[in-house]
């Protein structure tokens, strides 16, 4: 009999899967995270079920959805006593370590629970010189935070006790806004420009008035702070567009270098303590991020580039190098699988799926075929995306924006009108044409509405009744 695994899981903070050199990507070359590719699969319709921090985080820890956790917004804390895969495998004889962002809230029931230690940034914590919270209190530690939290990841490992397994959650800030490399990076890219999204000029014609509005465009909506920079004076709107895309990326992908430089470390480590074969190594971001695709950074929608998350899973037990998968995985499955990989049952109340069998390469007949989607917050005061929900499937999404939804502070108290979209994903990839109302879409339109509602039903969510529910609206 085998002894179970070590479990690694990195998770980064926005880092869009177009920004990995492992998923085609051409902005970077990320060659550590794509060693784990390299030697393991690569999840290609990975996605979160509420595109935004920590939702997403509940949804990873406890396996279920946003309304099952509580944390719909980011204006809601963790109750963190909920059954959570950190906690059951701790309780399965896991030693148990959470390093870096936690964003669930903090005191009390907001703590980490089921950890043998943990230390969290407070909030979305800082790029340099972080403080630190842990059991014992707070305490501030200088350097770059991507690597100081690697380091203790390390120490971790370092200090662990040989005869049990560990399971090690390093949970990164980086590269969350406001984007601020380390200075060994500080010179990347300099002097070249880095190719734009095709998208970048969209001028949302054919989509819904939630993209028009929506406040994350990045020739408009993103500040000096951001930029580090102000705005040269007398450019034209797309001049700024091309400006600021330019600024925004270097940043952001430089950030991302310093993720793969420290995910080199921390793969050297294990195999330098003779763990690789033993342990499970996943690396995922909390979801995707626009890098410029319609114009925009920031997440929330559920268009594509913010509704996938990457996912890298290398476990040379069982996961042959160099595979992928097109399956539908998602942010609650994080938690089965994991319990699964250890041999340690399932809390019933999970509503996930273990993706082992994926792993090993065969999908079960019975694997789903589509996904349910809902982001809660509706028309914060920043970033101003309304709240809506929907399905996607390998071929088409459906979304509505039900015109109404989760306040949170600052937010516009006005509910906004309905509306639908409707995307052929094969046909329109970079989803630009809203086919909701097209007469040749009426049957597919039927099917996904019908989709929609049942995998409502599973998962104990319900529909939002509007005026218009049903009709639809073209923009
Ligand atoms: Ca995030």
Redesign the pocket.
Known sequence: MTTPPNIVMILS??HAANAISAYGGSLMRTPNIDRIAADGMRFDAMYCTNA??SP?RASILTGTYSHVTGVRTLSTHLDARQPSFPAMLRDAGYQTWLVGKWHLGHGGVHDPQGFDAWDILEDQGEYWNPELLSAAGRRTVEGYTTTVLTDLALQRIAERDPSRPFCLLLWHKAP?RSWDPDTVHAGLFDGVDLPEPHTLLDDYVGRSRAAREARMRIGRDLGERDLKAPFPPGLTDEDRTHWAYQRYIKDYLRCVASIDDNTGRLLDALDGHGLTADTVVVYS???GFFLGEHGWYD?RFMYDESLRMPLLVRYPREVAPGTSSDAIALNVDVAQTFLDLAGAPAHPRMQGRSLRPLLAGTRPDDWRSAMYYRYWEHLDGIHHVPAHYGVRTARHKLVHYYGDGLGVPGASPVASEPEWELFDLVSDPAELTNVYTDPAYDGVRRELSAQLEQLQREVGDEPVATPSSGSGQMA
């Open positions: 903070d926005d935004l921090c997403s969350h971001s909390d979801q997440k």
